[in-house]
C-alpha cells in the first residue's frame, strides 16, 4: 500500500470515527463545554459538510492517481480548520482543549502534502494533456 492510500485511509476512517457521533451530542457537548450550542443549524452544518469529507478521503485512498487533484481541496480543509483554531486560540477565544483536534488536522494536512508529491499523476491523464498540446 502506498503513503497516500495508507495516510487518506486512515484520515477517513479518523475522521467518521470522530465525526458520526457527534450527531448524537449535542446536549452533552453544551454540558460539558459551555455555553449551550444555541445555533444547533451550525453544528449540523458543521457536521454535514465534514462528513463527507471523510468518505471523500476514503475514495482518494482506493485510487489517489486518479484522484490526485482532489487532494488540493482536501489540504485546505485541513489546514483551514487547524489555522482558525490557531487564531482563536490566540484571541484567548477557544480552550487549549482544541489545540488537539486542530493538531491532528495540522498533521494530516500536512501528510495530505506529502501524499500529492508522492503522488504521481495518472499516466493516462498526462498522455492525454500531451496528445491535447499536439494538435493545438
Not at 3 to 32: H, N
Not at 33 to 58: A, D, K, M
Amino acid at each position: 500500500m502506498n503513503v497516500a492510500k495508507l495516510v487518506f485511509l486512515v484520515a477517513g476512517i479518523y475522521g467518521l470515527i470522530v465525526l458520526l457521533p457527534q450527531y448524537f451530542l449535542e446536549g452533552k457537548i453544551g454540558v460539558d463545554s459551555t455555553p449551550p450550542i444555541t445555533r444547533p443549524e451550525f453544528y449540523y452544518g458543521f457536521l454535514g459538510v465534514t462528513v463527507p469529507w471523510q468518505i471523500l478521503f476514503l475514495i482518494l485512498s482506493s485510487d489517489p492517481a486518479r484522484y490526485r487533484p482532489m487532494m488540493i481541496p482536501a489540504v485546505f480543509e485541513k489546514i483551514g480548520f487547524a489555522g482558525a483554531v490557531a487564531v482563536l486560540f490566540v484571541q484567548q477565544r477557544v480552550s487549549s482543549l482544541m489545540l488537539v483536534p486542530a493538531g491532528v488536522d495540522l498533521l494530516l494536512g500536512i501528510l495530505f502534502v506529502a501524499a500529492y508529491v508522492k503522488t504521481p499523476p495518472r499516466r493516462d491523464s498526462v498522455e492525454k494533456e500531451s496528445k491535447d498540446s499536439l494538435h493545438v
